[in-house]
């Protein structure tokens, strides 16, 4: 149980790091600290939970997939590196682990056109993840939807708590051109 509790709390400091990055310009150094957090979770999630495949996959994914391309997503990738060494590195079946690497690279990927809502969705490893419930495994599934669950819900929150307030630029006044008598 707990480590579905973990998965949410991972969903949600990735999400608060990417904002950072993303929206505020990588400005701050609250960064840090919520890297670190969610990179020690990952980690020990890895080495410890019964679905780390897919959390290994997905965090190697974004190595391949040079998502790991700010200092607040290097600090966390390399304390979820750091904290699976402490914690000890996993027993993994390495038919799921390329299976959800393959399918969290997907999700990384840009889809044009009618394709878009591929990329906005993310539906790869989700999708993956719930087909694996056919072979008995319903913690793949639960996991990334609680991971997922924990990104939006960062996303929600940021928006009731700091909404994007747009300032409208006042107009300039024109001066009346004086015409000439002729």
């Known amino acids: 149980m707990i480590h579905y509790v973990l998965a949410i709390l991972a969903g949600f400091f990735v999400k608060w790091v990417d904002w950072i990055e993303d929206d505020k310009k990588g400005k701050g150094w609250l960064k840090f600290p919520l890297a670190i957090i969610y990179g020690v979770i990952i980690g020990y999630l890895i080495s410890q939970a019964a679905f780390s495949e897919l959390f290994l996959g997905a965090?190697?994914?974004?190595?391949?997939?040079?998502?790991?391309?700010?200092i607040g997503h290097v600090t966390g990738f390399l304390a979820s590196i750091v904290a699976m060494l402490y914690f000890g590195l996993p027993v993994i079946a390495f038919s799921f682990f390329f299976y959800?690497?393959?399918?969290?690279?997907?999700?990384?990927?840009?889809?044009?056109?009618?394709?878009?809502?591929?990329?906005?969705?993310?539906?790869?490893?989700k999708v993956g993840a719930i087909a694996v419930i056919l072979l008995g495994r319903y913690d793949y599934a639960?996991?990334?939807?609680?991971?997922?669950?924990?990104y939006m819900l960062f996303s929600e929150l940021?928006?009731?708590?700091?909404?994007?307030?747009?300032?409208p630029v006042p107009k300039k006044k024109r001066?009346?051109?004086?015409?000439?008598?002729v």
Do not use: C, H
């Open 59 to 70: 965090l190697i994914a974004q190595v391949f997939a040079r998502k790991i391309d700010n």
């Open 100 to 125: 959800f690497l393959i399918l969290a690279f997907l999700d990384e990927q840009k889809y044009a056109g009618r394709f878009q809502m591929i990329t906005r969705w993310r539906l790869f490893l």
């Open 142 to 150: 639960i996991a990334i939807l609680l991971f997922d669950g924990g």
């Open 158 to 167: 940021r928006r009731m708590l700091f909404p994007d307030v747009v300032i």
């Open 175 to 181: 001066r009346k051109k004086k015409s000439k008598k």
